[in-house]
């Protein structure tokens, strides 16, 4: 199993950027999709949730301002981020999980300029 991030830069603060999660090796469409990220100094935060069904979870720091979406045929995951802050700033992770087990992605860094 493969989780491809990327789509991370650095951006001044009000831009967007869009994350992309190419996922390989695993029943895609089956998975609950997430993005995590960790800024320096601080623990692995949940940022937003897709599950197989079509529901959506986002941490209370970023609802209105990311949207999680997915595409089960060409199996990748998105986070569209719009209206960064600096509190953005970290490492994104893409995250599946299935009965099979939980997998992560190697990280893509987001830069959030004030």
């Known amino acids: 199993v493969q989780l491809q991030a990327s789509g991370g830069g650095l951006v001044q603060a009000g831009e967007s950027l869009r994350l992309s999660c190419k996922a390989s090796?695993?029943?895609?469409?089956?998975?609950?999709m997430r993005w995590y990220r960790q800024a320096p100094g601080k623990e692995r935060e949940m940022v937003a949730s897709?599950?197989?069904?079509?529901?959506?979870r986002y941490a209370d720091s970023v609802k209105g301002r990311f949207t999680i979406s997915r595409d089960d045929a060409e199996k990748i995951v998105y986070l569209q981020m719009n209206t960064l802050k600096p509190e953005d700033t970290g490492i994104y992770y893409c995250?599946?999980?299935?009965?099979?087990?939980?997998?992560w992605g190697q990280g893509t860094q987001v830069t959030v300029s004030s």
């Open positions: 897709a599950g197989a069904t079509p529901t959506t």
């Open positions: 090796g695993l029943a895609f469409s089956l998975n609950v």
């Open positions: 995250y599946a999980w299935s009965l099979g087990g939980e997998f």
